[in-house]
């Protein structure tokens, strides 16, 4: 090298955006994982609620102001909490979350899944979720699910304020049909299965439908919980199965 030349090195590389790191990560995990197309502060986060385990982060450390989530959903009904690692940009987090229609209560008692940090690089990460947790995090949900069941191939339907259905569900094949082929959302904040916000009462009836025939013939039953309220009772969202005997509550 001549005097006076210097080396130009290349500058480091940023961390990908966690929107980007999000759907990037999920791309490369087995299963068809599905990121939620939107970003929420944790400080705000009803979701955070639902975390299993936080793996190396305190759980004080969600009061943080100016950190933002996003969620990863898979079809059978497990979830990922996926956030920056405070103070390491060059690492995010990814967290299991509880499983579909599960409180923290149907999981007292077992060994959580434990979250961890990951390198902020989507294919290593992927690496390291599938190779530390993802098979752990499936088996210990069974337990949870099992806890979680009122009765053997039951699940619940109540009605939020928008008037459409919110499913609790707690069977993987069930959650499947609903999550890929029903057109329902896993909600990160209760764990319930429901249909998009954009979706008009008319094609929600018809989504909810044949969502319900279909999970009847599959041998499932679905309790109906009428609004105890009923100024806006969603009848048209009643299947003729509504009228036999409900089913039993939680």
């Known amino acids: ?6 080396t130009i090195h290349p500058p480091e590389e940023l961390p990908l955006p966690l929107p980007e790191f999000a759907a990037a990560l999920a791309e490369h995990l087995p299963g068809r994982w599905l990121p939620d197309p939107t970003t929420t502060l944790i400080a705000d986060d009803p979701a ?39 103070h390491r940009p060059e690492q995010y987090l990814v967290l299991p ?11 007292t008692g077992l060994r ?19 190779r530390r947790f993802l098979v752990d995090y499936r088996h210990r949900s069974l337990p949870a699910w099992q806890r979680a069941t009122p009765a053997r191939l039951h699940m619940e339907v109540r009605f939020g304020a928008d008037v459409l259905p919110r499913i609790t569900c707690t069977y993987g094949r069930a959650l499947a049909h609903l999550l890929t082929h029903g057109g329902f959302l896993l909600d990160p ?29 599959l041998g499932f039953t679905v309790g109906i919980h009428r609004p105890i309220r009923p100024a806006r009772t969603p009848e048209r969202f009643l299947p003729p199965s509504a009228n036999r005997p409900q089913g039993r509550g939680r």
């Open 97 to 107: 979350m509880l499983p579909a229609g599960t409180g923290h209560q149907h999981v």
């Open 1 to 6: 090298m001549s005097p006076g030349t210097h």
């Open 189 to 217: 904040a209760t764990g319930e299965c429901h249909l998009p916000k954009d979706v008009s009462v008319e094609q929600g009836v018809r989504q909810f439908h044949r969502s319900v025939g279909r999970l009847e013939s």
């Open 112 to 130: 959580a899944p434990r979250g961890i940090a990951v390198p902020a690089d989507p294919v290593r990460a992927a690496a390291a979720v599938r």
């Open 48 to 86: 955070s609620n639902r975390i299993w385990d936080s793996g190396p982060l305190p759980y004080a450390a969600f009061e943080t102001g100016d950190v933002r989530r996003a969620v990863l959903t898979s079809p059978h009904g497990l979830q990922l909490y996926v956030m920056p690692r405070p």
